[in-house]
């Protein structure tokens, strides 16, 4: 006879019977240990600005920390000011994201920066709504740069706070995998009520995942809310939602469109077909990838079988 499943080991709602008023059990610790051991960061710093916020949060998309520091040091010395980005072609945006992947964030990032220097005179609007109007912002990017840049209140989900709320308050060793509306209601029940306190609570609660309630590796000994947390409380529950979805690299078009792109990014001339054609063996797939990349406007193809980085 199967035993009954224990349902998951849940902290109390807001408004709950115990009267625990929404996170505020969890805020002060959480924030406390990030005052103690948040990476020391170019876009935390001052003199990085809203601009600066918003560059990070579109290469860090995806992006391990280390990959981006580099790129994104030089990207700021070459274009401290979104009108800086907005005044060179879309093309140097792309050569200048080198390998970070996903080269479409660099011609969306390249189109906030002209909407931000025609629409609110070079400076980075500090609205939600004026920056979710901006080309390629979405809900995430729009509360980040709101929260992080101008200490705004907003519920800021990326995967790593949706674990930290997975596991601390609803008990499962991992979130849906895509956002659901129960997490964004969530979200927003944990926030602290003062503005400032809630933009830290939101670095707070995602440098914790980053760092400490880790995908794989987690290291509770480290934890601030290891003691209050409902998946440790519970023991620690194997995941039984749909399967982690992996992230494949070798072989799929994604490596060749990557290939592509470096000749690309690599010439400051236009390049013929047969120096494309040279970087990968599979004829079918290479012209697909060709294709794609055209599609998306992250290739510009000339007559005579040349093709270029884009120039508008």
Not at 33 to 40: I, P
Not at 259 to 270: C, F, I, M, N, T
Request: glycine share 8%; net charge positive; charged share 20%.
């Amino acid at each position: 006879m199967t035993a009954p499943t224990k349902p998951p080991h849940t902290v109390p709602a807001p408004g709950s019977p115990d009267g625990s008023p929404g996170g505020g059990h969890l805020h002060a610790p959480v924030i406390t240990w990030f005052d103690e051991h948040a990476r020391d960061l170019p876009w935390r710093r001052p003199e990085a600005g809203p601009w600066g916020v918003m560059v990070s949060e579109f290469m860090l998309q995806q992006t391990p920390v280390n990959r981006v520091l580099p790129v994104y040091e030089q990207w700021m010395a070459r274009w401290p000011r979104p009108a800086d980005l907005a005044e060179d072609a879309p093309g140097e945006a792309v050569r200048a994201w080198g390998r970070l992947g996903y080269p479409r964030r660099a011609l969306r990032l390249h189109g906030a920066a002209v909407a931000i220097t025609e629409r609110h005179g070079g400076d980075v609007p500090s609205d939600h709504a004026q920056l979710l109007a901006l080309p390629g912002i979405g809900e995430y990017t729009a509360a980040a740069v709101a929260s992080f840049a101008y200490g705004r209140r907003h519920a800021v989900l990326d995967t790593n706070v949706r674990r930290v709320f997975a596991r601390a308050v609803t008990g499962v060793q991992y979130p849906p995998n895509a956002t659901t509306a129960a997490e964004r209601k969530l979200a927003r029940a944990l926030l602290p009520e003062e503005e400032r306190t809630a933009a830290r609570w939101a670095a707070a609660s995602m440098e914790l995942g980053a760092l400490v309630c880790t995908a794989k590796n987690e290291t509770c000994h480290r934890c601030p809310i290891a003691t209050q947390c409902a998946w440790r409380l519970a023991g620690k529950p194997e995941h039984e939602g749909p399967p982690r979805r992996g992230q494949t690299y070798a072989g799929t078009d994604r490596q060749v469109r990557g290939k592509l792109l470096a000749v690309l990014r690599e010439a400051h001339a236009p390049v013929p077909q047969a120096a494309l054609d040279r970087v990968w063996h599979e004829p079918v797939q290479r012209a697909r990838a060709l294709d794609g990349l055209v599609a998306d406007g992250l290739v510009e193809p000339l007559p005579g079988g040349r093709y270029r980085l884009p120039l508008t």
